[in-house]
């Protein structure tokens, strides 16, 4: 695991944020308040963002539990994106800053769109991960070789009232699209423990042992399968930061450009409309 976020995120936030406000000779009021106006709103977000990602720095990232917490950290860097858009685009830029104001406006905006697919990832992942875990406790696995028929006939109930409703909670769910196939591979877990547990219910009384022996070695595989998709997810909450480096990597470049404009001789006041 790299670094504490905060000791890698935090400073080079700061050096895309951070501006000086001010204009060159034969600046204008407005180009001041413009030039003023970016300044307040990079260095808004950079302390946002500072807030953001200590406190992300503090959530465990093993136990689906805290996923909660991780995903409304991620939801509030994408309202920090979403809020820098908004107040950016309410701006009128100098003329000479037009190209690298859509730029900066583009940034706040693929800032927005990034957390938050996160942010559904996250939530997906919150949904999906207790049902997997569950696949670790279910009924029928569990029963003695010699248990009897009745035994047998309430597991089997149990484990398809689980299955069905897991399933159907999956089938509302449509996470982001890198996750699909992630979904698919869940989905088609769970209609694999649901067919195998059918087998034992549907078995005439003399085969139902049989049966039940027959879903234990399934079951070997299928828990394995379960685990294999919660290490996805460990992986995926590993790097969960990674997006936000991305970002900080394509804001360097706008923040050389933006330190350019400032410290150019003059600055054109923007057009009236």
Known sequence: MRRSMVAVLVPAVLALMLMVPGCGNGGTAQAVDYLGRISEIHDGVAWDLSYVL??????????????????????????????????????????????????????????????????????????????????????LPSLPEAAAPEEIKAAGEEDRRTIDMYLADLEGWRPPEGLLSYLERTRGLFNALRDAIIGVQQAPPPEEHARLSQLREQYAAMAETARQLQGEVASFLSGVGSGIDALIREGRELASRVQDLLGAPTATPPEKR
């Open 54 to 139: 200590e406190s992300l720095s503090g959530i465990p990232r093993d136990e689906y539990y805290h996923l909660e917490e991780l995903r409304g950290l991620f939801d509030e860097a994408r309202g920090i994106f979403a809020l820098a858009y908004r107040e950016a685009d309410s701006l009128q830029p100098l003329p000479e800053a037009e190209e690298l104001h859509a730029d900066l406006l583009n940034f706040y905006r693929e800032g927005e769109e990034k957390i938050g697919k996160t942010v559904d990832s996250l939530g997906f992942f919150q949904a999906v991960l207790p049902m997997l875990a569950d696949v670790q406790n279910l009924a």
